[in-house]
Nanobody, 126 residues
Framework: QVQLVESGGDLVQVGGSLRLSCTVSGLTFADHAMGWFRQATGKEREGVSAIGWSGGSKFYTDSVKGRFTISRDNAKNTLYLQMDSLKPEDTARYYC???????????????????WGQGTQVTVSS
């Protein structure tokens, strides 16, 4: 049974930092690209960041470039998202997802990601 479990979400003030983690079991972590997605209340899900199976390829949505950093530890089956300089518009439920080894051009839509976690809530207060 594949499981993706996110953690690290919290209430934080504007300008603060959080580090999200996603621990994966039930699949060969190193064979999968990974992604972070988020969904704010009343809005559609959006792709935040994605990372290839080796960690060599990384993608970010424009709104988080320079503030968020995605990384992975294949030895620990864990995906991370370091979030700095947080803004109120970053408030959302954040989900990790596992997908095909090579990240496609439409990764931000969730295309190619087959397994999803339950999410962790990030709230940025002004």
């Amino acid at each position: 049974q594949v499981q993706l479990v996110e953690s690290g979400g919290d209430l934080v003030q504007v300008g603060g930092s959080l580090r999200l983690s996603c621990t994966v079991s039930g699949l060969t972590f190193a064979d999968h690209a990974m992604g972070w997605f988020r969904q704010a209340t009343g809005k559609e899900r959006e792709g935040v960041s994605a990372i290839g199976w080796s960690g060599g390829s990384k993608f970010y949505t424009d709104s988080v470039k320079g503030r968020f950093t995605i990384s992975r530890d294949n030895a620990k089956n864990t995906l991370y998202l370091q979030m700095d300089s947080l803004k109120p518009e970053d408030t959302a439920r954040y989900y990790c997802a596992a997908g095909v080894p090579v990240i496609g051009n439409r990764w931000y839509t969730g295309t190619g990601f087959d397994y999803w976690g339950q999410g962790t809530q990030v709230t940025v207060s002004s």
